[in-house]
């Protein structure tokens, strides 16, 4: 068990494994790696502010996703549901995303509402039985709208909005590690 320094805490909660920080390092740089690819032609003409918000953006992005469904960060919150609602207060990305990958903003403002909406009602039932059923249909909600979003938007900005509701819907807004809290 790797303790995790306290600046670090919102990201990797206060304590990780080795194999977790390895998957989430090798998910960031393999999904980097293929965006970067298959999503070259969408960012190459950015200025280089825009390359470098989208790409922090991206890592941000792409981090939680699997971060947010390890032990270590579902505890953290767990533990800590004020910052539950910081978390997700935060969580304005598709609307920064929109500005730097030159799309409509309404495309990030609709993503943004519906995400950071749905997240507000899953952390009111997060002690509720159906609380992990709602995620995982307000989330299939998101991924259909994004999905339909692609057909106008750059793959690159299509792929981040997909991992922001992932991320925040269900990787963030669900609490996976019931019972095992106190193992630390």
């Known amino acids: 068990m790797i303790r995790i320094p306290k600046f670090l805490h919102e990201l ?19 999904s980097g790696l293929l965006i970067g690819i298959l999503g070259y032609d969408e ?14 953006l991206f890592l941000d992005i792409s981090g939680g996703v699997i971060a947010n469904l390890t032990k270590g960060t579902d505890v953290f919150y767990e533990r800590f549901p004020r910052n539950r609602w910081m978390f997700i207060a935060i969580h304005v990305q598709p609307i920064i995303l929109s500005w730097s990958m030159g799309i409509s903003i309404s495309y990030g403002i609709m993503i943004c509402a519906y995400t950071l909406i749905s997240a507000v009602l899953l952390n009111l039932i997060r002690d509720y039985s159906i609380h992990n059923l709602l995620a995982g249909s307000f989330t299939g ?39 095992e809290q106190n193992e630390y």
């Open 12 to 30: 990797l909660g206060e304590f990780q494994t080795k194999s977790s920080i390895v998957v989430i390092a090798l998910f960031v740089l393999i």
């Open 43 to 56: 960012w190459k003409e950015l200025s280089l502010v825009k390359q470098v918000v989208t790409w922090f």
């Open 141 to 179: 909600l998101g991924l259909l709208l994004a999905a339909y979003f692609s057909q106008s938007i750059p793959f690159f900005a299509s792929t981040l909005f997909i991992f922001y509701i992932f991320k925040v819907l269900f990787s963030f807004s669900v609490f996976h590690h019931k019972g």
